[in-house]
């Protein structure tokens, strides 16, 4: 707890006073909010470059990653969101989150924040098949995770410094880097809080 003090600087290591930020410009933040507040943790919706101001992580969360994409270029946050990350900022992309998170995308081009050496397959699993479950096999988990995929993005191709957690086929559906997590799926929507856990936890360092 060393450092607490009056400040509310980074938070690591202090799960009690810990905000995380969810990015609120489009999409299920609210969800996201939701959980975090079930397991202690002060969530805060970012929409201004302030609201990144002592947070201790930050989860993008799913919808149309080209519309939050833009919001995010014209709120600055595009350009706020990376030097958050540069500075060893935790981040966690959902869905339209990890399409953003990626490096390069194979559809046409759209404002990214490419946190990940990445080259990512926007609504991947085919235009006919919008949403489904899958119970996927998870590394660390032990127990397989009921994935909601909606519209769901993969990950094609992986470069170095990321590390796939989760893949159905050869698809990649949940991979991290050392200050980054993305999930194709949408944990948020399910009761299992073990990704949220995880991403606390393991990246976040809470
Ligand atoms: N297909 C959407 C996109 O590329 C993501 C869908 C979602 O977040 N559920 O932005």
């Not at 905000?19 to 919706?45: C, S, T």
């Not at 899958?134 to 590390?163: C, H, K, L, M």
Request: proline share 4%; charged share 25%.
């Amino acid at each position: 707890m060393a450092g607490n003090g009056e400040t509310n600087g980074a938070a690591r290591g202090e799960a009690d006073s810990a905000r995380i930020g969810v990015l609120a410009l489009q999409g299920d933040f609210k969800e996201h909010a939701e959980i975090l507040k079930k397991l202690g943790v002060e969530p805060v919706e970012v929409r201004t470059l302030e609201d990144l101001t002592g947070l201790a992580g930050l989860i993008v969360p799913g919808g149309e990653s080209t519309t939050i994409g833009k919001m995010m270029v014209s709120s600055g946050l595009l350009d706020g969101v990376r030097s958050f990350f540069y500075k060893g900022g935790p981040v966690w992309g959902t869905c339209a989150g990890m399409v953003l998170a990626a490096s390069a995308t194979t559809g046409e081009r759209q404002p990214l924040l490419g946190l990940m050496n990445a080259l990512v397959e926007r609504n991947g699993f085919g235009r006919q098949v919008h949403s489904f479950e899958a119970d996927i096999d998870v590394e660390g988990f032990e127990e397989p995770f009921t994935g909601v995929f909606i519209r769901a993005p993969f990950f094609e191709d992986v470069g170095p410094g990321v590390e796939v957690l989760s893949r159905i086929e050869d698809r990649v559906v949940a991979a991290r880097g050392e200050n980054i997590l993305v999930t194709a799926f949408h944990p948020e929507l399910t009761d299992d809080v073990r990704f949220h856990e995880y991403f606390l936890r393991e990246v976040c360092g809470l």
